[in-house]
């Protein structure tokens, strides 16, 4: 079903639309939803957050405007994890995985990737810890520098300094190890 006859029926509050919605938009809503709540909270607390995106669409859906509705799914999606995680004070994970990606089935350039993957964790974790916080807050959890700034009880000044530098830091890091 074309995402104008989608918007069209929620509008009308047919729930074929919502229904049709879902099925077009949940694996998306869904992955956005996993990689930020997955190492804090329950597959169940996921799938609610999913479900609570949805819901605001079905709201909001005179604002929905076609073309522009996978974008807002992905923003709203983003928001409500972040606004779960700050609901639940919980700290972010900080763990040895965190920067794995997924890779193409190519064995040589999985392997390739692997070795990439592992030079960037090896980089991001050698950063001393506040700052090393800072920079997986920042670039893996797509929090803004105020956010982080605010979760951390930090200037917003000092944050961008403290990525400024990380970001020196591991450029250091990773072209010494791409000379080696």
Known sequence: ??????????QARDPAGLEALMDRYLPYVSVIVWNILRDCM????????ASDIFLAAWEQAEQLRPGHVKGWL????????????????QILPLVEDLLD????DDPATALERAEEQA????????????????FLRHYYYAQTVREVAAAM??????????????RAKLKQLLTKEELA
């Open 119 to 134: 030079l960037v964790r090896r980089a991001v974790f050698s950063l001393p810890d506040p700052d090393r916080e800072i």
């Open 1 to 10: 079903m074309r995402e104008e006859i989608i918007l069209r029926k929620m």
């Open 101 to 104: 990606l997924p890779g193409p």
């Open 74 to 89: 992905g923003a709203v999606a983003r928001n409500k994890a972040k606004n779960k995680l700050r609901q639940r004070e």
């Open 42 to 49: 329950s597959p169940e607390d996921c799938e609610e957050t």
């Open 153 to 166: 009880r930090l200037n917003d000044s000092t944050v961008k300094t403290r990525l400024r530098r990380g």
